[in-house]
């Protein structure tokens, strides 16, 4: 059941923003936003088949007979959301809804369709409302940046399956496996300890497919002499967690370690230049730099990191855009890394909280080189 307390503090969180902006509701589609606000826990899917509208003094969630039983399990006798099935369109019943309640200012988030705005002003001209609809830009996103208690909770379970899935995983991998075997024996071991889902697709990337940061698992199979970059996560009640390790199949190759031990000092001294106010392109330069001045500049081309909540990429970043503070209670990635094309790439990720004074790693992974499949 949802957190009633927690998820009343994050649409109060909402409606001081509307205030601020002299919105008098604002009109929500996002399947993510969705389930912040309403604590409804493994209750959204891909379908966006949801419709929220928020004043100063009332909640209301349209959905249909697919999902409302569950809401109603998930939400409590006691929520503060009006649930709503009438057999209408999403756009028709936004636009009775603010001729209810007079709405004159209704800020509409920018996730949704054009199809649903233009159905909108329709419908509220064909119910006689003179409404302003002015846009919300990723508005609601900065807010989900600083996560509360229950949010840091969920996602440190998620971690914990994750981190126990790499023990699991360094002991079964062995020389002649495919990526694809070892990637299914990663997700069902997640899946089977805890996990309700996976955070993203398994990377799975064996020898020179590991210089793709984004290389799909296939039917390569690992040799002697391999390094095998792993980015993958466990889901636990719609939150997520992200770790990459890298690991050597057989005693690494003088290289291999070298270049291992940049991005292991990148990592680290990002790291530790983390709190709650810096820059997030401040942070993504030091790593560059380390990976720089030991001659591998050009093999370093993505961000540093970015959040992690209920989605698997959030804000705030650490990348050479991103100008802003990052705040404190953010959850963020650090994740160097080096690829070297046609021969093998490694990467070092951890996620965790930004605090005041620093950046509190919920990933105990080793930072170390682990050597696999003796």
């Known amino acids: 059941m949802a957190d009633a307390q927690a998820c009343a503090a994050r649409v109060e969180r909402l409606r001081e923003l509307m205030a601020e902006r002299g919105y008098d509701a604002v009109i929500l589609r996002n399947n993510p936003d969705l389930r912040w606000l309403t604590g409804a826990e493994r209750t959204f899917d891909d379908e966006v088949a949801h419709t929220a509208v928020i004043t100063a003094t009332g909640q209301w969630l349209h959905t249909d007979s697919r999902y409302y039983n569950t809401f109603v399990e998930r939400l409590g006798a006691d929520s503060a959301w009006t649930l709503d099935m009438e057999v209408t369109t999403p756009a028709a019943w936004a636009a009775a809804r603010l001729a209810a309640e007079r709405v004159r200012v209704a800020a509409v988030e920018d996730t949704c369709d054009l199809a649903f705005y233009d159905d909108l002003l329709v419908e509220l001209a064909r119910a006689g409302v003179a409404c302003l609809t002015p846009r919300l830009h990723g508005d609601i996103c900065d807010l989900r940046m600083v996560k509360d208690a229950e949010e840091v909770a969920l996602m440190r379970r998620a971690q914990e399956i994750t ?10 991998i062995k020389v002649g496996m495919s990526e694809q075997e070892i990637r299914v024996e990663l997700e ?167 605090t005041a004074d620093g950046y509190e790693p919920f990933t105990r992974s080793t930072h170390d080189l682990v050597v696999v499949g003796e």
């Open 188 to 354: 069902n071991y997640m899946l089977s300890h805890g996990a309700d889902a996976l955070s993203f697709g398994t990377i799975i990337a064996s020898g020179p497919n590991g210089a793709n940061p984004h290389a799909q698992p296939g039917e390569r199979r690992v040799q002697l002499g391999d390094l095998i970059v792993m980015d993958y996560g466990a889901g636990y009640h719609d939150y997520h967690a992200d770790m990459t390790r890298t690991v050597a199949v057989g005693e690494p190759g003088e290289e291999q370690r070298a270049v291992y031990d940049v991005v292991r000092r990148a990592h680290e001294e990002s790291a530790a230049a983390v709190r709650a106010g810096v820059i997030g392109r401040d942070v993504h330069e030091i790593a560059a730099r380390v990976i720089e001045e030991a001659g591998y500049g050009d093999c370093f081309g993505h961000g540093l990191g970015h959040g992690v909540g209920i989605q698997i990429h959030e804000n705030p970043n650490f990348n050479r855009r991103w100008n802003r503070p990052v705040p404190e209670g953010s959850v963020v990635t650090i994740e160097p890394g080096i690829y070297l094309p046609g021969r093998f790439g490694i990467r070092l990720e951890d996620f965790g909280l930004v």
């Open 163 to 172: 981190d126990e899935a790499f023990a699991h995983i360094c002991e079964f």
